[in-house]
């Protein structure tokens, strides 16, 4: 079993910069592919980053690449997402996910086991 802990998240104004981190309680974190999803008000959740059980494999969501970074650090069991030059459609409530069973991340929402209550961030106009 696995619990994870979203926290960072809050409001921005566009063009700023927020990061949000996911606490894992995994004993083998190392072993888990993990990733950022997001849902909008009225919207499905949707892919936004994944990293690899190493960190040297990452993927974004076109929405997202270039401003956003995923990372990890495996000794404090911490995934983490930067994100820069926000903007309004941003907006949502972001999840931190992870799987064990997973050799590749994967922007597949149905492949990761373990989730996290969510963090909202807010990205004003």
């Known amino acids: 079993q696995v619990h994870l802990e979203e926290s960072g998240g809050g409001l921005v104004q566009a063009g700023g910069s927020l990061g949000v981190s996911c606490a894992a309680s995994?004993?083998?974190?190392?072993?888990?592919?993990m990733a950022w999803f997001r849902q909008a008000p009225g919207k499905e959740r949707e892919f936004v980053a994944a990293?690899?059980?190493?960190?040297?494999?990452?993927f974004y969501a076109a929405s997202v690449k270039g401003r956003f970074t995923i990372s990890r650090d495996n000794a404090k069991n911490t995934l983490t997402l930067q994100m820069n030059s926000l903007k309004p459609e941003d907006t949502a409530i972001y999840y931190c996910?992870?799987?064990?069973?997973?050799?590749?991340?994967?922007?597949?929402?149905?492949?990761?086991?373990?989730w996290g209550q969510g963090t909202q961030v807010t990205v004003s106009s």
């Open positions: 990293i690899g059980w190493s960190g040297d494999s990452t």
């Open positions: 995994a004993r083998r974190f190392r072993n888990y592919a």
């Open positions: 996910a992870a799987d064990e069973s997973l050799v590749a991340p994967s922007a597949r929402e149905t492949e990761y086991e373990y």
